[in-house]
């Protein structure tokens, strides 16, 4: 059994910053990648940053320069810290962790509950 939480989430006004947390915990035997989704109402989900395992993180071009992705292995956690942000920053975000159990060699896709985020101009 694996848990994924969120946390960090909530009310900014446009130019602020939050600091966003996912941990994992549970019979883990090994953490892949850890990424950050983000939902606007109305649209799809969309990939903001992925952290890879060992790798340089990725960004989607709106928000390079201001996000950064981050992850302290020991504690199963990643992080996402959220830079001068705009009212269009405005979603719900998840983070996904992909990794492997000791009771399974394959790997999974594990899902946070979401955090919103919402941006005042």
């Known amino acids: 059994q694996v848990h994924v939480v969120e946390s960090g989430g909530g009310l900014v006004q446009a130019g602020g910053s939050l600091r966003l947390s996912c941990a994992a915990s549970?019979?883990?035997?090994?953490?892949?990648?850890m990424d950050w989704y983000r939902q606007a109402p109305g649209k799809q989900r969309e990939l903001v940053a992925r952290?890879?395992?060992?790798?340089?993180?990725n960004y989607l071009d709106a928000v390079k320069g201001r996000f950064t992705v981050s992850r302290d292995t020991a504690k199963s956690t990643v992080y996402l810290q959220m830079n001068s942000l705009k009212p269009e920053d405005t979603g719900v975000y998840y983070c996904?962790?992909?990794?492997?159990?000791?009771?399974?060699?394959?790997?999974?896709?594990?899902w946070g509950q979401g955090t919103q985020v919402t941006v005042s101009s």
């Open positions: 549970g019979s883990i035997r090994r953490i892949n990648g």
């Open positions: 952290m890879p395992s060992g790798g340089t993180p």
């Open positions: 996904n962790i992909n990794l492997i159990l000791w009771s399974d060699s394959r790997s999974h896709d594990y």
